[in-house]
């Protein structure tokens, strides 16, 4: 035997990012154990430590935060027998605040606080030490700190905005209008026309709220008192969409005009139409329409929108159409307000020592001190349901302030929370209007505090983005730019006082996961022109996020830009979503003068292509894309020696990251929606590539925000208002089944307890559904949806709806099982053996040694693969069923014949019942269908939505779950016990493949699987962390001998398996 190759499972420190005033945290050692490894032997580092998994992490708001540490060690089967955590509130304080005293344990991550309540927005220090199995002390970890955000709701700040609600069409009582000639309303001469309304309010009049809604066919530019007020947005049909002006600041007592330009840019019908209501304290509202009491002109006088211009000689306006009638009868919408911008002035009495903000702005925000943008979020807050729960995030803003003037700056997008494009979102109950929350709390060198609260003092101004969409993109007026309006001395004279408008009625909460952010930029592999002015970005593969484009040219002028994952025939982008509707489609109109950029704010796109199409006169010198997503850290990966494997782990795993925007998404371009089976079925390798925990536990935060009262989830998560009326026991599994992934993944049971209440009533709401039908499922469901040549499989949904009842009821007896609940896990396992006696009775059919749904539609794969994968075949039938399955898969030239539900079994399925070669030559294969198919005919590069070449989708994570197979199966990666605390390795040697390996990180460490074989000989390489153990199954041909390490413990040797008990360290085992 070879001796043990000891792997060094180093322990990093800490490097601490501490502010100002804030010394380097070395805690001072009161009362250190000198009993045990004091002489210099040390068996086990402690080092990268974290709080709610974050390093040195601020806004903390758990009230009971949870503590790991990673542990290192150079003896084989090292492991911590025992932990001492101590928290301070001065780094020369140790553990004053908390001690937990020395605790016997094996734990090392998610070791929950229980000291005295810890105070809102403080900074505590940490540190820990631990005992090994030989009881010898650790020296104490480098310390650590993390600051507290409002334990106690005591977020101070007004919500503010630019106004309460949505407007809505208030035109009734107003008249098209237009110049006297001719029939406006049947056609007119194209060209410009003016027009101008004189009124009066009383005197010593308060204006206390002002609306004018107006459009024009085509366009207008509207004056106030002589000030340039608002323009119709530049895109076709504008007319369509009545601009809302907000005129509180503009109007005075006395004399006051309305001036418009309106233009008709081609033969045709022409109007002007209008209403103005403005609200005065102490007197009777006052209400201007457009109609005949307003002069007009063909001709543009000098001055003619000032207040003090001569109209007189203007003849009257006509009246071509009331309001309702004409050619544009009652179809005029109101358009989206332009993106609000806030600012504050304020003055730093004292030199700064530290500087925090908390700002929460819904649908998202963009946040500047002093011109400076802070942070690096992007598409901020996370999407949530908003009515029960709202995320905050926390700033270290102590470098950007500065002593005396500073100036707080914040732009707002619609985000889900406020947008106004046609969808079912604009009703959900949470909707609202754009609106922010802001605390920037100052401490001073001497120790004196003050704070910035958003409140009426804050001024409010539209901005430049006009429009903005998540699915139709944005319009951006460069125009309408107001520099330096985020920076001191601006002048703000013109901006209007920000309204208190309602709050949102969730629970302000810190976001505790990984913000989103751009995380690469791209350069087009390609550039192509198919048309005059157009120019086409290709960046080789699919993508999310978005291009910034720099470019020149004269004010006014237009450049469009459009994203797409495919081509036209033509070679122009293919952004056509849904009914026709033109997707992510970007409009930038120039400022003029120099160079000018162009980055969205408030959307992002998927995309491979992006075309840019520019007006005459205007140069693009460059297009640069974006990758922006949610930013979870890599935690694994797998490579082999066949390049088409390394291939399907890399696009599973950029496909995973293009949907993952706060939630976990169907696909980046389309709907963009978190459909809640695309969500689980793809939980198992996005784990195993990217640490998801604390990603996962908000969606499932969000799923107990969205369940109705019945104990339903609706088929996304968050849902729209019909999405959460449809009953589906397979999509909305999400909730038991991810929660399950955490605990099983990572090994932290709070999911488990947060989520049981839940996940609870969600069965119950199913079991008595099934108990009418006895104990099958009669409903519907997407089931094992997109198999090859259908949309709904042809078979039905009742038996995928019955096995994923039987899986979650299993799962939920495992769940009540560690959670100590043992009367509920002995009723979930009867009724697991109640569905899967009805279940066997109600579909397999046992002349023909098979499962069916609907016998019509004949063999199907995913109908057999769901109960050899659930265990619900009867032991005497297993044999059976399998070799029927692999009957049918060689029938059809090693191919699939599955959906999304039956993709993600067919691999996994045939190696675990000894056809793992023929599980290899199905997944290579060239031909359609399967994952060859995409890869080697078609030229994928991400995981598509559909089998064939025509798929609408190019980025469904859902379809590339071939990507488990390779971490679980050909790496033989798995844990054995909840957070990785036992590890099984058992790779398989699938087809020709002459070497694989994989790792994937665990609460504990690296966890690391590599084998190589040639015609004699197979070699292991298995890593361990510290504070686990493992069972390495070595295959093993007929006669062959294992040369095992040192360590390892043989166990049995069956199945072509010789089994080994290790401790941690790293081992290489050859068998031959």
């Not at 095992?1044 to 166990?1051: E, F, M």
Request: a neutral charge; hydrophobic letters at 40%.
């Amino acid at each position: 035997m070879r001796s043990l190759l000891v792997g060094a499972c180093a322990a990093l420190a800490v490097l601490l990012a501490v502010p100002l005033l804030d010394p380097t945290p070395v805690l001072a050692d009161r009362g250190a154990d000198r009993s045990a490894g004091g002489r210099g032997s040390r068996a086990l580092d402690v080092g990268g430590l974290t709080v709610e998994h974050q390093v040195d992490p601020l806004g903390v708001d758990a009230a009971s935060p949870r503590f790991g540490w990673e542990l290192g060690s150079d003896v084989a089967g090292a492991r911590q027998s025992a932990y001492q955590v101590q928290v301070s509130s001065a780094p020369d304080r140790a553990g004053d605040v908390w001690d937990s005293g020395r605790v016997v344990s094996g734990k090392s991550f998610d070791v929950p606080y229980a000291g005295p309540g810890l105070r809102s927005r403080a900074r505590y220090y940490w540190r820990a030490r631990v005992w090994d199995a030989s009881q010898r002390a650790s020296q104490w970890s480098t310390g650590a700190w993390f600051e507290t955000a409002f334990l106690n709701g005591d977020f101070r700040g007004d919500w503010i905005g630019a106004r309460a609600e949505r407007a809505t069409t208030v035109l009734q009582g107003a008249s098209w209008i237009w110049y006297p000639q001719g029939n406006p309303a049947d056609s007119a001469p194209v060209g410009t026309r003016y027009f101008r309304r004189a009124f009066d309010l009383p005197s010593g009049a308060r204006v206390t709220s002002a609306r004018f809604q107006l459009t024009a066919d085509d366009s207008f530019t509207l004056h106030v008192n002589g000030r340039n007020a608002a323009s119709s947005p530049q895109v076709a049909d504008s007319w369509r969409s009545a601009v809302d002006v907000d005129l509180t600041a503009d109007l005075r007592a006395g004399r006051n005009v309305l001036a418009v330009q309106a233009a008709n840019a081609q033969p045709g019908p022409s109007g002007l139409v209008g209403r103005l209501h403005v609200e005065l304290a102490g007197a009777s509202p006052v209400d201007v329409v457009t109609d005949a009491t307003w002069k007009s002109s063909d001709v543009e006088a000098a001055g003619w929108q000032q207040p003090g211009f001569d109209d007189s000689a203007w003849p009257a306006a006509l009246v071509a159409a009331a309001y309702g009638s004409g050619p544009w009868g009652s179809s005029v919408s109101t358009a989206t307000p332009a993106e609000p911008l806030l600012r504050k002035d304020f003055t730093a009495t004292k030199r700064v020592g530290s500087a925090r903000a908390y700002v929460i702005g819904l649908g998202y925000y963009k946040l500047y001190l002093n011109g400076k943008r802070v942070g690096d979020h992007e598409l901020d807050p996370a999407f949530t349901v908003y009515d029960k729960t709202d995320l905050y995030a926390t700033y270290d803003v102590t470098k950007e302030l500065r002593s005396g003037a500073n100036a707080l700056g914040v732009s707002l997008g619609r985000g889900y929370y406020a947008m106004t494009n046609p969808d079912e979102w604009v009703s959900s109950p949470w909707h609202g209007e754009p609106k922010l929350k802001l605390e920037l709390d100052i401490t001073y060198t001497d120790g004196t505090t003050a704070q910035v609260l958003s409140d009426p003092s804050w001024k409010i101004a539209d901005g430049p983005t006009t429009s903005e969409s998540l699915w139709f993109g944005e319009t951006y007026d460069a125009r309408r730019e107001q520099p330096g309006w985020n920076r001191t001395g601006f002048d703000d004279s013109g901006w209007r006082p920000a309204l208190v408008v309602p709050a949102p009625a969730g629970k302000l909460t810190a976001q505790s996961f990984p913000p989103i952010k751009v995380t690469d930029s791209l350069t087009a592999k390609k550039v192509t022109t198919p048309t005059t002015g157009t120019t086409v970005h290709d960046y080789g593969s699919p993508t999310a996020g978005w291009a910034g484009v720099a470019l020149r040219g004269p004010a006014g002028a237009q450049v469009t830009i459009t994203y797409g994952e495919k081509l036209n025939d033509d070679g122009t982008v293919n952004n056509v979503g849904g009914f026709g509707m033109q997707l992510q489609k970007y409009t930038y109109v120039l400022k003029g003068g120099g160079t000018e950029s162009f980055t969205p704010s408030y959307s992002y796109a998927g995309f491979q292509y992006v075309q840019v199409t520019a007006s005459a006169g205007v140069t693009i010198s460059s297009v640069t894309a974006q990758r922006v997503h949610t930013a979870v850290a890599k935690t694994g990966d797998f490579t082999s020696s066949d390049d088409l494997l390394n291939r399907y782990h890399a696009a599973q795993a950029n496909t995973i990251l293009n949907n993952l925007h706060s939630v976990p998404t169907d696909t980046p371009m389309y709907e963009k929606r978190p459909y809640t089976a695309d969500g689980f079925l793809a939980a198992d390798s996005a784990i195993a590539g990217f640490d998801m925990r604390d990603f996962y536990e908000n969606w499932m935060r969000a799923h107990r925000d969205d369940q109705a009262p019945s104990g339903n989830i609706g088929q996304t998560v968050p849902g729209t208002v019909g999405a959460k009326e449809v009953v589906d026991p397979i999509w909305s599994a999400s909730l038991v089944l991810v929660t399950w992934d955490l605990y099983w993944y990572y090994g932290d049971i709070r999911p488990l307890e947060e989520n049981y209440a839940a996940m609870k009533s969600w069965l119950g709401f199913f079991e008595a559904n099934i108990a009418k039908t006895g104990y099958t499922y009669a409903g519907g469901s997407y089931a094992d949806w997109l198999s090859p040549g259908y949309a709904m499989p042809p078979e039905g949904p009742r038996l995928a709806g019955t096995a994923y009842i039987h899986k979650t009821t299993t799962t939920m007896a495992a769940i009540a099982r560690a959670l100590g609940r043992t009367d509920d896990a002995a009723r979930y396992d009867q009724l697991a053996t109640t569905i899967a006696t009805a279940f066997n009775a109600k579909f397999y059919d046992a002349a023909k040694g098979a499962y069916f749904d609907d016998p019509a539609a004949g063999y199907r794969q995913t109908s057999n693969l769901l109960p050899l994968s659930l265990g619900l075949v009867r032991e005497a039938d297993r044999a059976t069923v399998v070799a029927n399955l692999v009957k049918d898969v060689d029938a059809r030239g090693a191919h699939l014949n599955t959906g999304a539900l039956g993709t993600k079994l067919i691999l996994p399925v045939l190696t675990d019942t000894g056809n793992s070669d023929l599980a290899y030559r199905l997944a290579t294969n060239p031909t359609y269908p399967g994952w060859g198919y995409w890869f080697q005919s078609l030229g994928a590069t991400t995981m598509w939505e559909e089998w064939p070449a025509g798929s609408r989708s190019r980025q469904h994570a859902f379809m590339g779950t071939v990507d488990d197979w390779l971490f679980q199966d050909v790496a033989g990666i798995r844990p054995a016990a909840p957070g990785y605390t036992k590890v099984r390795i058992q790779p398989s040697p699938v087809g020709d493949l002459k070497r694989a390996s994989a790792e994937v990180t665990s609460p504990l460490g690296k966890v690391r699987s590599s084998w190589t074989r040639d015609r004699t000989r197979l070699t292991l390489k298995v890593t361990i962390p510290v504070g686990a153990s493992g069972e390495v199954l070595v295959p093993v041909g007929k006669g062959a001998k294992v040369d095992a390490p040192a360590g390892a413990k043989l166990q049995t040797t069956k199945d072509g398996y010789a089994s080994y008990q290790v401790g941690s360290g790293t081992y290489e085992f050859r068998a031959g």
